[in-house]
């Protein structure tokens, strides 16, 4: 799939799966917001040359690769056993996170201007380097 222009994904308890080719173009915007909304990286590789933007939803990590770095705020990101693949993703704004962080896994957690020390609750996690 390929998002050549600002696009919302907006559907009440909507699931979206990537298996295979998920490419954000340079200057768009990916949009997932509220509704309890969940992206599965299932596999394959989800491209990030623009913005990936995700806020009160559901992020799964499960497997494939992320180049470029989702932006997620009160969002649940669960990390799959197994998944080993690269990705980065930034989390603010009381997020969670649960799984394992492999190597080549980066998750930066950042405050905001309204609550600069923000905090991450860790379930089951554990750290492989």
Same mark, same amino acid.
């Given at each position: 799939m390929n998002l050549d222009t600002d696009t919302l994904f907006s559907k009440n308890v909507g699931v979206y799966t990537n298996n295979s080719d998920f490419n954000i173009a340079t200057g768009e915007q990916? @949009?997932?917001?509220? #509704?309890?909304? @969940?992206f599965k990286q299932d596999s394959g590789t989800l491209d990030i040359d623009g913005t990936f933007l995700? /806020?009160? /939803?559901? #992020?799964? #990590?499960?497997?494939?690769v992320i180049n470029g770095t989702p932006t997620l705020n009160v969002v649940a990101l669960t990390i799959g056993a197994g998944s080993t693949g690269a990705a980065t993703f930034?989390?603010?704004?009381?997020? @969670?996170l649960s799984g394992d962080i492999a190597a080549g896994q980066t998750v930066g957690v950042h405050g905001d201007r309204a609550a600069p020390a923000s905090s991450l609750p860790l379930t089951a996690l554990s750290t492989q380097a």
């Open positions: 990916l @949009t997932i917001s509220a #509704f309890n909304q @969940t995700m /806020a009160s /939803a559901a #992020f799964e #990590f499960n497997g494939g930034a989390m603010g704004a009381s997020g @969670t």
